[in-house]
C-alpha cells in the first residue's frame, strides 16, 4: 500500500528534492540529498541529542496547551529537515505523515531548520 501512495502522491520521482514518508507512526522511506537533510525525529533525538535540544520547542512552549503537553510526552514521531547554509533547493521537498487504521494518532513534533540564504518548498501533507 505505502508503494501506491508513494507513486500517487509522486515522492519517489525526480520533482522531489528529498522526501520523508511515515505509515500508521512507522517510518517506511526516507531521503535526503547534500544540501538537505531529511531523518527521522527519533534519530536525531537519539543519536544528536543536543541537536534536538537546540530546535525542539523553540517556537511554541510544550505547556501551551493540552495537545503540545501529549506531543512533549511523547517525542518520537515526525520529522526534521535542515536544509544548509545558501543552498537554493529547485524541486520540493516532500513530506507525508499518514495513517490507515482507525485506531492510531499522530502525535508528531517536526523540526525544519533553514539556514540563512537558503531557499526552498517544502510540501506536506
Known amino acids: 500500500m505505502a508503494t501506491e501512495i508513494l507513486n500517487k502522491l509522486d515522492l519517489l ?3 522531489s528534492s528529498a522526501y520523508f514518508l511515515e505509515n500508521n507512526l512507522e517510518v517506511e522511506k526516507y531521503f535526503g540529498s547534500p544540501e538537505v537533510e531529511v531523518l527521522p525525529i527519533e534519530i536525531i533525538k537519539y543519536n544528536q541529542p543536543e541537536l ?3 530546535f525542539a520547542w523553540r517556537l511554541v512552549s510544550p505547556n501551551q496547551n493540552s495537545i503540545t503537553r501529549l506531543v512533549a510526552s511523547v517525542p518520537n514521531q515526525g520529522y526534521y529537515i535542515h536544509v544548509r547554509q545558501g543552498a537554493k533547493i529547485n524541486q520540493p521537498i516532500k ?4 495513517t ?5 494518532s499522530q502525535v508528531v513534533h517536526n523540526i525544519i531548520v533553514l539556514e540563512p540564504s537558503a531557499n526552498c518548498e517544502i510540501i506536506t501533507g
Open 13 to 15: 520521482s525526480d520533482a
Open 52 to 54: 534536538f535540544d537546540k
Open 95 to 98: 513530506t507525508c505523515l499518514m
Open 100 to 104: 490507515s487504521d482507525d485506531d492510531v
